[in-house]
């Protein structure tokens, strides 16, 4: 009787314990989540993360604050969450410069895209516009294309630095298209869009929201878009694949991740967080009034998208000869 007792009592102690699954915290508690973004303040990618980040501390509770992490391409601040714990509060909210491209251009990053990350799910995505410059006479895409095959290696376009989404964007349609056009680099995009404003380069592709203002003001040409359709804000200008390259495709696609092996409850608690937001119409309205909008995948649906987008820009990089400066 005496060691039954014992036994009942131990029994009945260990089932006072608290579990992994009980003992854990409601998420996200009150301690506060960073949203790590690899860029400084101010770009597109940081103010979208930023406007995520506040829906999110309203659906989820808690604090969702945005830390950055600017420096080489991304790879920074990615570096910084892949050695995180993966508690679920240090995440990574990036575009597809950084986990798709960057790591081919800094192999001693420290981490691998697939192996240190739990995708989340992507949040928006943006085009970019070709932008030629007035002062050539070159209209549209196909005759810009024309006078490059004509003249190979005489025309220039613009790019705020090596190994940046829009250079790797650049050299894929000069690729597909069969020219030679030159790289010219300049400190920053602003520096980069006035050269072609001047007409110092031909063209250059320029981000939706910086590009759309310039082109209803006649500063550029706005000869096609990259995405697959055709812009809701400028639906008079074709893609790329209607213009000239079937098939031509090139957006950026923003997305969260958490480091590897944060636990799935998590996962999909941020996932469903995430989605939710997106839903949201303020949320929706100043995406759209930033040329962004809402395009969530699941992390099943993202992980073999990765997995295609790091192959696909793998082989431009290596056919092209692009190097991070």
């Not at 991304?74 to 491209?101: E, Q």
């Not at 790591?103 to 070709?130: C, I, K, M, W």
């Not at 990259?226 to 923003?254: M, N, V």
């Not at 997305?255 to 949201?280: C, D, K, N, S, Y």
């Amino acid at each position: 009787m005496h060691n039954l007792t014992r036994r009942s009592l131990g029994a009945a102690t260990l089932a006072l314990l608290p579990t992994a699954t009980s003992a854990q915290a409601p998420y996200p508690g009150t301690r506060p989540v960073s949203i790590v973004v690899s860029f400084a303040p101010g770009g597109s990618t940081d103010t979208v993360a930023r406007l995520v980040a506040q829906q999110l501390g309203r659906i989820l509770g808690g604090s969702f604050v945005v830390e950055n992490r600017p420096g080489a391409s991304g790879t920074i601040g990615s570096a910084h969450v892949a050695r995180s714990r993966p508690d679920g509060y240090t995440l990574l909210f990036a575009g597809s410069g950084t986990y798709s491209m960057s790591g081919h251009l800094y192999p001693q990053r420290g981490y691998d895209e697939e192996a240190n990350f739990t995708p989340l799910g992507s949040v928006s995505t943006s085009s970019l516009f070709l932008c030629l410059s007035p002062k050539h006479g070159t209209r549209d895409t196909a005759a810009l294309i024309a006078r490059a095959k004509a003249a190979p290696g005489r025309l220039s376009y613009a790019s705020s630095g090596a190994g940046g989404s829009a250079h790797i964007i650049t050299e894929l349609f000069l690729e597909g298209a069969g020219i030679q056009v030159e790289n010219v680099t300049y400190r920053g995009g602003a520096p980069a869009v006035q050269a072609v404003i001047t007409g110092e380069v031909e063209m250059a592709f320029v981000e939706a929201v910086t590009a759309l203002p310039l082109i209803r003001n006649g500063d550029v040409i706005g000869a096609a878009v990259t995405s697959a359709e055709r812009s809701p804000l400028a639906p008079e200008i074709p893609t790329i694949a209607e213009a000239a390259l079937p098939g031509f495709e090139g957006t950026t696609l923003l997305a969260m991740f958490a480091p590897a092996g944060t636990p799935e409850e998590i996962v999909q608690r941020l996932h469903q967080g995430i989605a939710e937001a997106m839903r949201q119409p303020d949320l929706i309205a100043q995406l759209r009034a930033g040329a962004v909008f809402p395009r969530v995948m699941t992390p099943e649906e993202f992980r073999p998208f990765l997995a295609s987008e790091r192959r696909r820009w793998l082989a431009v990089i290596r056919s092209r000869g692009i190097k991070a400066e």
